[in-house]
C-alpha cells in the first residue's frame, strides 16, 4: 500500500483545512488508517484513526470535537477534516496504514510523505 498525504497550507487560527490521504492497491479497504502529526520541535503525535468499514474511531483529546476522520473506499481516500484551527495544530500530518486500528505510530505498517499544516495566530 503506498500512501499519500495532501491538503494542507497556511490558514489561519479558527481556519478549517480538510486532508485527504489517497492510497493506492487494491487490499486498501482492509486496513485501518490513521492520522499522526509532528510540530516543529516535538515527537509524533497520534491525531485520529478510523476503522476499514469506518465504523470506528478515535480521536486524541486535544483534537476531539474540532477535528473529523472519515474514509471512501471506493475512492482510496481517507478524510481528516480540520475545523477551529488553532496555533498549536502546526505540524507536518502523516497518514498511516495497518492491520489494526490503535493510537500507537508503531501498529501501522505504511506511511505517507507528510503534509504542512500552518496556522497563524
Known amino acids: 500500500v503506498q500512501l499519500q498525504a495532501c491538503g494542507g497550507g497556511l490558514v489561519e487560527a479558527g481556519g478549517s483545512l480538510r486532508l485527504s490521504c489517497a492510497a493506492s492497491g487494491r487490499t486498501f479497504s482492509s486496513y485501518a488508517v490513521g492520522w499522526f502529526r509532528q510540530g516543529p520541535g516535538k515527537e509524533r503525535e497520534f491525531v485520529a484513526t478510523?476503522?476499514?468499514?469506518?465504523?470506528?474511531?478515535a480521536y486524541a483529546d486535544s483534537v476531539k470535537g474540532r477535528f473529523t476522520i472519515s474514509r471512501d473506499n471506493a475512492k482510496n481516500t481517507v478524510y481528516l477534516q480540520t475545523n477551529s484551527l488553532k496555533a498549536e495544530d502546526t505540524a507536518v500530518y502523516y497518514c498511516?496504514?495497518?492491520?489494526?486500528?490503535?493510537?500507537?505510530?508503531?501498529?501501522?505498517?505504511?506511511w505517507g510523505q507528510g503534509t504542512l499544516v500552518t496556522v497563524s495566530s
Open positions: 478510523i476503522s476499514w468499514s469506518g465504523g470506528s474511531t
Open positions: 498511516a496504514a495497518g492491520s489494526l486500528l490503535g493510537t500507537n505510530s508503531r501498529m501501522y505498517d505504511y
